[in-house]
Structures are given as C-alpha cells and as structure tokens.
C-alpha cells in the first residue's frame, strides 16, 4: 500500500507533458475563435453583397420608372400638338401616339438574328457607353377603362348649393330590380349591379362561396362604402347611415371622411374583405379619372354600358375588337355606335345617344386617349429583383370652345360672315394634357 501511494505520489507529481497540453488547449480555443470570426465574416460578406444586390437592383427600377415618366411627358407634348392642329389632328389616329408609351422596354435590349448590322452597331455602344448595370424591364399599361369609386363620395358643400341650384340626392338606396340599370348609371347603381352579377356567375361554380355569401346584403355594403369616403356629417339625411357608423364602432375604426387614395383602404370597411374586393377590381378603381377608353373595355363593364347585350353577344364583339389579324382600334363614340347601332343592331341610333347621356351627365366620358397609366418597372442584379408598381395620371385641361353656331376660338370667337361655312362641332372635347404625376407606388 505505502508502495502504491509512493508511486502515485510521483506521476501526480509529474510536470512533464503539461507544456503541450496547454498548447493543444490553446490551438483548440483559438481554432474555435478563428471558425467562429471566419463565419461572421462570410456573413457579414454575404449581407454586404447582398445589400449591394438590392441597392442596384432598387436603382435600376427607379430608372426604369424614370424612362416610363419621360416615355409618358413625350406622349404628352405629341398629344398636345395634335390637338392644336386640326390637320394634324386628322391625319394621325391615337393608336399611333400609343406607340410612344405602350411598347414594352427591356435591357439589355435584346437582338435578334435578324436584326440589321447598323441596330446591332447601335445597341452595343448605347450598352458600352450605358452606366446601367444589371437588368431592367418596363411596362406601362392603360388602366383608363374603369369606373372611379371616389365619385360616391358626399361633399358637404351639397348641402350649400347655390340658391339656383337643387340640393343632390344623398340617399344611399339602391334600386335592386334586374332593369334598374337601365334608367340609372350612377357609380353606385353600376357597383351594385355588377358586383351581385358576379357574385351570382360564382356561386353558381363554388357551393363554398355559395354558403359563405347566400345571405350578402348588397345595401348596407354599399353604404358602408360610402359612409367610409363621405365628408364627415354630409350624410345626416341618410336613414342608413346610422347603420352604417355602428358598424364602424363595433370594429372599432374612425372612417376616412374622405376620398380613397389607395384600392387597399377597401379591406378596412366592414363587410369588403379579399374575394369580394377581387370581383370588381379589374372594373373600379379609387384613381381620379372619369374617362372609359373604349378599346380597353371588360366583358363586364361592357355589359355596364350595354346591359341588353347576351353573353354571345358580348364575346362576338371582342371576337371582332381584339381580332388578331385585323384587329379594331375604336377611336370615338361614332365608332363604338357604328358597331352597336349600324354593324350588329343591338340597338337604335336614338337609345345609344340617350344611354350615352346618361353615362356622360354622370361625369364620365368617353375616348380613346388614355390618362391614367400603370407602371411596372422591374430592377435586376445578381440575386436581388426589385420592383415598383406606379400608378400615373395625365390631367387634362379642358379646350374651350366657341358657342355653337360661331367659329375661332375663345375669347375671339365670332359669327361667321355671309357663306362662310361653320365647321362641324367635335364630338369629344379637345383638352389638352398637363404634367404626368405619379399619385401612388407600390414596392413588391
């Protein structure tokens, strides 16, 4: 036993090897150290790179941006000249002004084998010169073909009018009846009968959606709509809306008072959720323009126009509009009336004149010459997309134009003299363009 305790007494005493111990614990902690700052620094290389990535990527979609408002300030100064010049105004048709913005622009610019040695030439150095780096694609679309749900609104200066004028109608009731849309076009009108139309067309595919919306109650969504964007107090003649400020309590939220600025404040009042917002958003919009563009027109907002019209009769006319060999570009409202009136006959000359009126002492007018634009611009670099969704409106200026029956124009305006012919009136007012200004974007 003494023996044992003497020789473990010597190996505890035993420095030797302990040196290396140290150093292989040393080399250990700082192995540990080192993996632990090289992977901090891959990721912190990574987070930079990626950064950079998003930076460019974010930059060349502002460019792209940049080139759609430019593409859209020379259609604006075209668009002008030709309408202060009668000959010009004759000789060249809209579509041709489209050119200058509808054609979509990518880059790199793409070429094809067939293109010319002199384009290719071009192209290179216009890419050798360019500062840009990374990808970008750009695309403007007319959205001019839809209904603006602002105009519901209620003004409280309604209820002040001019001693010669007639106090407005601030009844949110609607007429329910299948006809109504006959007599009445108002946005409001036109939402309700388009709205329970699709509904219907999808509950009939969808027994789930048939479950969840059998008992939808159209009027108090309606008034709900219209409370939301009203001035606040303008709508105390209203017997619903009442109903209507409950509902907003019992969420609880305080209504806008005011016009939407954006289609996404639908989902905060009551009743408006995803499927139903998704119906009509192709046909309403909340972006300041009354005017319908023909050449865009949806099945939907055509039968809007047009309610006689069958689901046969609706697909002949796009069968004929967006035929691809010859397709049909409508220019005017004589050239939608040659087609509804004169070609297919749905209707006399005499009612397409008062349904037009209708629509048009509504404040909604009709052309060919879009001013409210959508704009997508896509930014690529390395592994990052950017990309920017911008809404764009032209305003127009109004042209003022002679009394009838005179000719010039204001303030020089005049009778004609003895056997000077009087031109004939326009059938769409002249304007003319004002600044593109972007009034809402989109990040994605």
Known sequence: ??????????????????????????????????????FESKISRIKAINIIDRSQSKLMAESGLQLAMARLRLYKEAYNKVQGN???????????????????????I?????????????????????????????????ISNRLNLNMLRVDVTKFNPNPDEEVQDTQSMINMADNAI????????????????LVDDKKQVDEGFEDRYSNLNYQELLTGLKYFMSDFGSMGQD???????????????????????????????????????????????????????????????????????????????????DDPEKPQFINSKDDFKKYIVGQERLMSETDFENRIKLFESKGISFGSNPNLFKIVSEGSYNRSTFTLVAYVVLPKNEIPKCPEGQIGTPPNCRLPNPGEEVPKPPTEQNAQLLEPRIIEIQIN
């Open 1 to 38: 036993m003494m023996r044992l305790k003497k020789d473990l007494g010597k190996i505890l005493k035993n420095e030797r090897g302990i040196a290396i111990m140290m150093i292989m614990t040393a080399i250990i902690l700082l192995m540990a150290i080192y993996g632990e700052f090289t």
């Open 239 to 321: 017997p619903l809306a009442g109903e209507a400020e409950v509902n907003f309590q019992r969420i609880p939220l305080t209504p806008k008072f005011g016009p939407m600025g954006s289609a996404s404040e639908l989902y905060a009042i009551p009743g408006w959720n995803d499927e139903l917002i998704e119906l009509i958003q192709n046909e309403f919009s909340v972006y300041p323009t009354t005017q319908i563009d023909f050449n865009k027109l949806t099945a939907n907002m055509l039968k809007i126009l047009i309610p006689s019209m069958t689901d046969d009769e609706v697909k002949e006319f796009f069968l004929w509009r």
């Open 86 to 108: 009668a000959n010009a105004k004759n000789a060249v048709q809209p579509q041709l002004l489209n050119q200058l913005w509808e054609v979509p622009f990518m880059y790199p």
């Open 182 to 197: 006959l007599t009445d076009v108002s946005v409001d009108q036109s939402l309700y009968f388009l709205l329970k139309r």
């Open 110 to 142: 793409p070429i094809t084998g067939e293109a010319s040695r002199a384009f290719k030439d071009t192209v290179e150095k216009f890419s050798t010169e360019s500062l840009l780096e990374g990808e970008m694609k750009v695309s403007i679309q007319n």
